[in-house]
């Protein structure tokens, strides 16, 4: 009888050695004479473990990792396709604590599954929320959703629902639906996980959201930088459409939803909604005005529903087992489950999808088992290259967007960077306005001109010259910058900026007072 082998695909696993891995075991197994299925699985997130390589026995699926070429003979002859003894074993996959405490919604086939197997797919839940949308009035869906309380992953939280609300109730012969998978933000992967670990869910959930507003095309604009995803989403597209769930008519339906895939420009600000309607549009990416909103005036000036790719990916779940279901997991308006991303400097790095409400310190610590140095966390920042950095004293605040509103910090896209006590806390600030002076699209001058004076004040900060009065005028253009940018790269940089000199002022040589003065 055939022993079903798992070994990742995703691009993190790749990157240290998976088709390597696979290849021994393969060869290995014919030497042997043993029946393998091999199947490339998504990745579990369980980073500091890949290779992590998994084999189906009838008590269940068991790991090994993180596995190398040169363990292999070992392992088979420790016996590992019964899953016998050796010390990579890992235990029963389901069994690890990283992830028996997670609860994985929007993940709960990443990993598990043939990410290109559309049987494997709906073996596993798949299309179901796709079915029950087909029956239902594009009101009622919106309707779900708005109930489900679900936000938008991307970065700025709106709710989903009144987004899909505004193009269903706008008036147009065309209208799209467009998928940010850009993904620009630092320590950021969860979108990448999906397209590479279960591209059915992100189809699924860009159909659902085409047939609630009368939608029949739709493009999913990804990071350039991410090959292994383009090829796999691109294969999941041709799937689907050959199977009917994506073309002239999903499912039998009468309803058309062609989707495409666009390589982004490899810019920061095109993860920006409206600069990335203008990249999709084959022009430069430049922030546009708003209003008029996407949703009325989107992508070639048609109404066009945007969201993040985890958003999407929430969608079909939601429309499975209902609102209520997804509702009841989160805290205060913050509600369902969110992918975080544990990145930086940390034991165990990769991804974990909890409810919302559980603290920064239980991520840290009992997920990532504190710094990879073995020093102490001196500071994290949460949310990317925008967000707040949180010293010690912070790491209690619930992962909730409302309490981390009311900090000056936020949630965003779930990344989280960590760093230990030897941080130059001043050199991350300066970090952040260079950042934004590079990345800045140039429309509008606080941003512009504004972010390479930051770099130039800082570096006078740093240098001992004039200290005081040069950190108030730091202060003063990161007020400027704050209230005067037309988007939010120009409008967030003095978050971290900020954060950095109120929270570490000895590291810019400037007593706490003169830190918090402003
Ligand atoms: C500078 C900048 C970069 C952004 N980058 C991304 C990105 O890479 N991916 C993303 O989904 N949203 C990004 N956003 C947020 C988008 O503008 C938009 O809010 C989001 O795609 C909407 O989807 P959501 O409601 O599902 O979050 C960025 C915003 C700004 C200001
Ligand atoms: S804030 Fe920066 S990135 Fe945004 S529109 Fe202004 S110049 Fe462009």
């Given amino acids: ?173 065309q209208k799209y639906v467009v998928c940010n998978a850009d993904e620009g933000d630092s320590g950021t992967f969860s979108d990448r996980m999906i397209m590479e670990g279960d591209p059915f869910v992100l189809i699924e959930g860009m159909t659902i959201a085409a047939l609630a507003v009368g939608a029949d095309r739709g493009y999913v604009y990804l990071r350039s930088e991410y090959p292994d995803a383009e090829r796999t989403f691109n294969a999941a597209i041709a799937l689907a459409r050959a199977a009917g769930y994506l073309g002239d008519s999903i499912l039998g339906s009468g309803h058309a939803f062609e989707l495409e895939l666009r390589r982004g420009a490899g810019a920061y600000i095109c993860g920006e909604e409206t600069a990335m309607l203008e990249s999709l549009e084959g022009k430069r ?74 603290t920064l310190r239980e991520l840290l610590y009992d997920y990532g088992g504190g710094s990879a140095s073995g020093r102490p966390i001196r500071a994290v920042q949460v949310g990317g290259p925008l967000g707040a950095y949180l010293p010690e004293s912070q790491f209690d605040l619930p992962l909730d967007y409302e309490a981390f509103a009311a900090k000056g910090a936020m949630i965003g896209h779930g990344g989280v960077v960590v760093f230990d006590d030897t941080v130059d806390m001043a050199k991350m600030a300066r970090y952040a306005m260079e950042f934004c002076a590079i990345e800045s699209c140039g429309k509008c001058t606080p941003c512009r001109i504004g972010s390479t004076r930051g770099v130039e004040v800082i570096d006078r900060v740093r240098n001992g010259e004039s200290r005081d009065a040069n950190v108030e005028l730091l202060r003063d253009l990161c007020d400027t910058m704050l209230h005067g940018s037309l988007c939010a790269l120009g409008g967030m940089t003095p978050f971290p900026v900020l954060s950095a000199i109120d929270h570490f002022p000895e590291d810019f040589g400037v007593p706490a007072q003169t830190a918090k003065a402003a």
């Fill in 1 to 173: 009888m055939s022993t079903t082998v798992y070994v990742p695909r995703d691009s993190s696993a790749l990157s240290v050695g998976a088709d390597e891995v696979a290849q021994a075991i393969a060869s290995t197994a014919a030497a042997h004479g043993n029946d393998i299925r091999l199947v490339r699985n998504g990745s579990r997130g369980l980073f500091w473990l890949e290779p992590m390589v998994e084999v189906a026995t009838p008590a269940g699926r068991i790991a090994y990792g993180p596995v190398s070429p040169a363990d292999v003979p070992g392992l088979f002859d420790a016996g590992f396709l019964r899953g016998g003894p050796h010390g990579l074993l890992l235990g029963p996959t389901d069994e690890i604590p990283y992830l028996k405490k997670q609860e994985r919604l929007t993940f709960a086939r990443v990993g598990i599954t043939d990410p290109l197997s559309l049987s494997d797919y709906e073996a596993h839940g798949g299309w179901k929320g796709l079915r029950n949308a087909l029956g239902m009035q594009g009101a009622d869906v919106v309707e779900a959703l708005i109930q489900s309380g679900l936000r938008g992953r991307g970065g700025a939280a709106f709710p989903a629902g009144i987004k899909w609300r505004t193009v269903l109730g706008a008036k147009a012969e």
């Fill in 285 to 358: 990416g430049m922030v546009r005005f708003k209003p008029p909103l996407p949703a009325i005036e989107g992508l070639f000036g048609k109404p066009t529903v945007i969201n993040n790719v985890i958003t999407f990916a929430s969608v079909p779940i939601i429309l499975d087992k209902g609102a209520r279901y997804y509702a009841d997991y989160g805290m205060g308006r913050s509600r369902g489950t969110l992918p975080f991303q544990l990145a930086g400097n940390v034991k165990r790095g990769g991804l974990v999808e909890r409810a919302f409400g559980m």
